[in-house]
T-cell receptor, first 112, second 113 residues
Framework: RKEVEQDPGPFNVPEGATVAFNCTYS??????FFWYRQDCRKEPKLLMS???SGNEDGRFTAQLNRASQYISLLIRDSKLSDSATYLC?????????????FGSGTRLQVQP | EAQVTQNPRYLITVTGKKLTVTCSQN?????MSWYRQDPGLGLRQIYY???????DKGDVPEGYKVSRKEKRNFPLILESPSPNQTSLYFC????????????FGQGTRLTVV
């Protein structure tokens, strides 16, 4: 079983739609959680950190459910520029070896 | 400008010919790592370094070496590349290995024939 699992998609949605991505992680000792965005063949970039209380940044809302080991990302009012792959990322491991572990990514295509 | 710089961006080489991919960061970050990205597998950590002269294996270290002689540089060495090392490689740096953002280089697309 992968440590971080995501639906690969693609999710094809019209402009203006609301879309939600989910991610599950297997290690209950995971310490911190992130969503990264990766455009085709480019480097991943931090979209937002995910906090236990949930957090929002403009059209983006991230939620964490530690009991279910589940992370979500909600995008409202989708724009063409939101088309990308969204990577769920978890900080896993012991103190000295805590490493970012990446899901395989969920591809989003926003259509006009 | 804060950045992580990788070179080269693209490389085609032959099996067995040693190569080095360079990585440099200008943010004074302690923690640096190398990842490879393959379709359907996501990014997998190859090696990481928590500081100068401190390196350790990640999840897929076979066939790779690294060094960290200076804080800013973290080269990835393939002593004898093989076709299964054809991949997209990313170098990343972070302030530490806790809850801080990772900054990535632009990637190196390596093809081994």
């Amino acid at each position: 079983r992968k440590e971080v699992e995501q639906d690969p998609g693609p999710f094809n949605v019209p402009e203006g739609a609301t879309v939600a991505f989910n991610c599950t992680y297997s290690n209950s000792a995971s310490q911190s959680f992130f969503w990264y965005r990766q455009d085709c063949r480019k480097e991943p970039k931090l979209l937002m950190s995910v906090y236990s209380s949930g957090n929002e940044d403009g059209r983006f809302t991230a939620q964490l459910n530690r009991a279910s080991q589940y992370i979500s990302l909600l995008i409202r009012d989708s724009k063409l520029s939101d088309s990308a792959t969204y990577l769920c990322v978890v900080n896993i491991g012991s103190t000295g070896r805590r490493a970012l572990t990446f899901g395989s990514g969920t591809r989003l295509q926003v259509q006009p | 400008e804060a950045q992580v710089t990788q070179n080269p961006r693209y490389l085609i080489t032959v099996t067995g010919k040693k190569l080095t991919v360079t990585c440099s960061q200008n943010m004074n970050h302690e923690y640096m790592s190398w990842y490879r990205q393959d379709p359907g597998l996501g990014l997998r950590q190859i090696y990481y370094s928590m500081n100068v002269e401190v390196t350790d294996k990640g999840d897929v270290p076979e066939g790779y070496k690294v060094s960290r002689k200076e804080k800013r540089n973290f080269p990835l060495i393939l002593e004898s590349p093989s076709p299964n090392q054809t991949s997209l490689y990313f170098c990343a740096s972070r302030w530490d290995n806790r809850n801080t953002e990772a900054f990535f280089g632009q990637g190196t697309r390596l093809t081994v024939v």
